[in-house]
């Protein structure tokens, strides 16, 4: 279990440039330690946490925050390939992803995402949520041993 005054490592999942620098400013104000590591779509995601070529020495991440609109391998087969691995599905799987749309939502749970969050299309907003689900993930919730 991580403890308490740990540093988390998070992987975002997350193919637009502009988002990934909102979420990581987002959770340093958010004021939970945590580093934040960014790829931008599914394929680099599954070699992140397979630790598997560029990403050789990648953490484990204590938590993965999902896009679901990625390109080469979208988020929903990532969150498959997540669960359906047992070294993988104990790793809480946030999505993140501007669809609102119920198959999304329902595919989502489905898959065994521990949370569905829409991304919120406000600035100040999305900056809020991301702060939320820092101190959820990072404060509130007895999370895995890695």
Known sequence: MVQSGDTLDILLVEDNPGDARLAAEAWKEGGVPGRLHVVPDGVEAIRFLRNSE???SAPRPDLLLLDLNLPRKDGREVLAEIKNDPDL????????????AEPDIMRSYDLHANCFVAKPVDLDNFISVIKSIADFWGRVV????R
């Open 54 to 56: 560029a990403y050789a």
């Open 89 to 100: 599905r104990r790793i809480p799987v946030v999505v993140l992803t501007t669809s609102q």
């Open 142 to 145: 007895k999370l895995p041993p």
